[in-house]
């Protein structure tokens, strides 16, 4: 609404992930921020959801009476003062990633998500495309709208979130796993694309996982005495 009235041209603004291609093309006058929670031009703030309207009072409290009293309205609330990271780190996928359209680069493409553990240079999946690098290049922008490195980083980046989310994996092993080698390259690639680090992202999509060594409480037998 607050687009429509021309109240956000020029200005600084976000909305929730799955309306952003529809609100740019509506408002183009209109510098959208897709990735952030919440956005603060002074007069006009805007939110990127139901839940991140939460995080955008917080973001208020905070502003006209400190980080301590946000800090108590946020226990009060049940919810944290303050969320690390953006909005991409809820996108089920990269934001830019675009599905083939069946030509070209596609299969050389499933081919490299079956090799994300190993070094991929530019020459070996354009041979495995049969084309030159040059016409490669050309034709995966074309289909995807990213470069092959920047696709490649992207998958990588995805392939770490679902292994984060679904398995106990150490970060080392993942790192390993997805292509990226080693920690620090898998946190750089992460914080770059998500906002947060492995262990928060963990942290916020698996929560804390459940000590092997627990054991299952054993139920009792019909007619055992309670003591």
């Known amino acids: ?13 976000t909305t929730h992930w799955m309306s952003a291609a529809e609100f740019r093309r509506r408002h183009p006058a ?19 959801g139901e839940a991140a309207g939460i995080d955008l009072c ?14 108590e309205v946020a226990r009060r609330t049940v919810v944290p003062p303050h969320r690390k990271g953006g909005q991409a780190q809820y996108v089920a996928e990269p934001v830019s990633r675009v599905e083939p359209d069946g030509a070209s680069t596609g299969e050389a493409r499933e081919w490299a998500l079956a090799r994300l553990d190993r070094p991929l240079s530019l020459e070996e999946w354009a041979a495995r495309a049969a084309m030159s690098v040059r016409t490669f290049t050309r034709r995966f922008r ?3 709208g990213l470069s092959p490195g920047r696709w490649l980083a992207a998958q990588r980046v995805e392939r770490a979130r679902q292994l984060l989310e679904r398995t106990d994996l150490p970060v080392e092993r993942i790192a390993v796993a997805v292509g990226f080698g080693t920690t620090v390259s898998l946190r750089q690639h992460l914080r770059a694309a998500l906002g947060v680090s492995p262990s928060v992202y963990r942290g916020t999509f698996r929560g804390p996982a459940r000590p092997e060594s627990a054991e299952r409480p054993q139920r009792c037998p019909p007619g055992t005495p309670i003591r």
Not at 2 to 8: F, I, Q, S, V
């Open 1 to 13: 609404m607050l687009a429509a009235a021309g109240l956000l041209d020029g200005r600084r603004a």
């Open 142 to 144: 074309r289909e995807t």
């Open 30 to 48: 209109v510098d959208l921020v897709p990735g952030v929670l919440y956005t603060d031009s002074g007069t006009v703030l805007t939110s990127a």
């Open 58 to 71: 917080l973001h208020m409290v905070r502003t006209d009476h400190g980080a301590a009293v946000a800090a």
